[in-house]
């Protein structure tokens, strides 16, 4: 069974920074590009960032670009986003996803429960 | 980048009844449009991919049509399970984006 576990949403201030994990079970995580997707409070769904199943290639939002770094440990079964420079409309429910196999990682099959990031003076 | 437009923003129904939610794109995306569905508190769930392709363990009252600009997203017969938001999705331009929703809830 495919499992996605994210962790390490809290709050944080304006300016700080964060860093997410995701740990992943169920399926040859190495072999897999991941993405993060977000959810502000009452909104609609919004792609963050994306990663290659080598680590190789990293794709970001313009809204998150040169603020958020996506990285993985292949080793660990783990994804990872690292949060700079947040700001009040970084506020949402962060979800890790698989990606299924495909040219780019643009489609998303398994999901996580998300985590919780309030950016908040 | 692409805007997709979900309509209705909410559909009131009853157990049984058939479902139809449309999605229309701001340019072509051929077919490589998705659905996923989102209960309250969940993560969202893949149920439709490139337009009318069910992922896997997705009962076969979920149905997806269209290409180009208009997609349709059609429930046949509602479950009570089935009562959630909608997001309709885009891949034929980078980034990927979503559409707004559509609620469809009980009547």
């Known amino acids: 069974e495919v499992q996605l576990l994210e962790s390490g949403g809290q709050v944080a201030q304006p300016g700080g920074s964060l860093r997410l994990s995701c740990a992943v079970s169920g399926f040859t995580f190495r072999s897999y590009a991941m993405s993060w997707v977000r959810q502000a409070p009452g909104k609609g769904l919004e792609w963050v960032s994306a990663i290659s199943a080598s680590g190789d290639n990293t794709y970001y939002a313009d809204s998150v670009k040169g603020r958020f770094t996506i990285s993985r440990d292949n080793s660990k079964n783990r994804l990872y986003l690292q949060m700079n420079s947040l700001r009040t409309d970084d506020t949402a429910v962060y979800y890790c996803?698989?990606?299924?196999?495909?040219?780019?990682?643009?489609?998303?099959?398994?999901w996580g429960q998300g985590t919780l990031v309030t950016v908040s003076s | 980048e692409i805007v997709l437009t979900q309509s209705p923003a909410t559909l009131s129904l009853s157990p049984g009844e058939r479902a139809t939610l449309s999605c229309w794109a701001s340019q072509s995306v051929s077919s490589y449009l998705a659905w996923y569905q989102q209960k309250p508190g969940q993560a969202p769930r893949l149920l439709i991919y490139?337009?009318?392709n069910r992922a896997a363990g997705i009962p076969v009252r979920f149905s997806g049509s269209g290409s180009g600009t208009d997609f349709t997203l059609t429930i046949s017969s509602l479950e009570p399970e089935d009562f959630a938001v909608y997001y309709c999705?885009?891949?034929?331009?980078?980034?990927?984006?979503f559409g707004q929703g559509t609620k469809v809830e009980i009547k």
């Open positions: 999705q885009q891949r034929f331009n980078w980034p990927p984006t």
């Open positions: 996803a698989k990606c299924p196999p495909g040219a780019v990682p643009d489609l998303f099959d398994y």
């Open positions: 490139d337009a009318s």
